[in-house]
T-cell receptor, first 114, second 114 residues
Framework: AQSVTQLDSHVSVSEGTPVLLRCNYS??????LFWYVQHPNKGLQLLLK??????LVKGINGFEAEFKKSETSFHLTKPSAHMSDAAEYFC????????????FGTGTRLLVSP | DGGITQSPKYLFRKEGQNVTLSCEQN?????MYWYRQDPGQGLRLIYY???????QKGDIAEGYSVSREKKESFPLTVTSAQKNPTAFYLC?????????????FGQGTRLTVV
């Protein structure tokens, strides 16, 4: 079975500084990986996805993630944090099977201070 | 605009009552999902459906029931058998495809037992 581990439950940054949210995955196959963002009491919005086309994936709002097979990692980064980036972020791996089933990490809450 | 609509946004349930959460999508997606979200636990799959009149249990189906009579609709009933129903419930949909397809989420329903 596939799994994903988000290494930090909370990350605090100052506005204008870089963001790094860490994610490691376990998979027997070449996985598809996603990052979703959730603002308080809202649904999840797709930030970006890796589908084996390119190891560096660019998403919305200036976020990007790099797939590193040797490290089984898919860390999310942003060069400069904005106050509106404060939210919860989920790393997600696509499970293999007869259907599309997503396996979620436990989430990382990003706090951005002025 | 295409999307997923969940209603109500907030729902209160008395002990012993069944309640039904609504989920409607106009994305023409075949697959629909229900997830439960608890603090610090990420999202857990309750039920999913790939086609009308068919659905499968997810990881935490006990105390829940669903129906899929129309492609656009996938209501979730939280029964009195669910001992700890207070949570944030998210509905999602996707095409039925390979690993690369992402899910689209509704805005969620927060259920509280009073």
């Amino acid at each position: 079975a596939q799994s994903v581990t988000q290494l930090d439950s909370h990350v605090s940054v100052s506005e204008g500084t870089p963001v790094l949210l860490r994610c490691n995955y376990s998979s027997s196959y070449s996985p598809s990986l996603f990052w979703y963002v959730q603002h308080p009491n809202k649904g999840l919005q797709l930030l970006l996805k890796y589908t084996s086309a390119a190891t560096l994936v660019k998403g919305i709002n200036g976020f990007e993630a790099e797939f590193k097979k040797s490290e089984t990692s898919f860390h999310l980064t942003k060069p400069s944090a904005h106050m509106s980036d404060a939210a919860e972020y989920f790393c997600v791996v696509s499970d293999l099977g007869g259907f599309q089933k997503l396996v979620f990490g436990t989430g990382t809450r990003l706090l951005v201070s002025p | 605009d295409g999307g997923i609509t969940q209603s109500p946004k907030y729902l209160f349930r008395k002990e012993g009552q069944n309640v039904t959460l609504s989920c409607e999508q106009n994305l023409n997606h075949d697959a629909m999902y229900w997830y439960r979200q608890d603090p610090g636990q990420g999202l857990r799959l309750i039920y999913y459906s790939q086609i009308v009149n068919d659905f499968q249990k997810g990881d935490i189906a006990e105390g829940y029931s669903v129906s899929r009579e129309k492609k656009e609709s996938f209501p979730l009933t939280v029964t009195s058998a669910q001992k700890n129903p207070t949570a944030f419930y998210l509905c999602a949909s996707s095409i039925v495809g390979g690993m690369n397809t992402e899910a689209f989420f509704g805005q969620g329903t927060r259920l509280t037992v009073v």
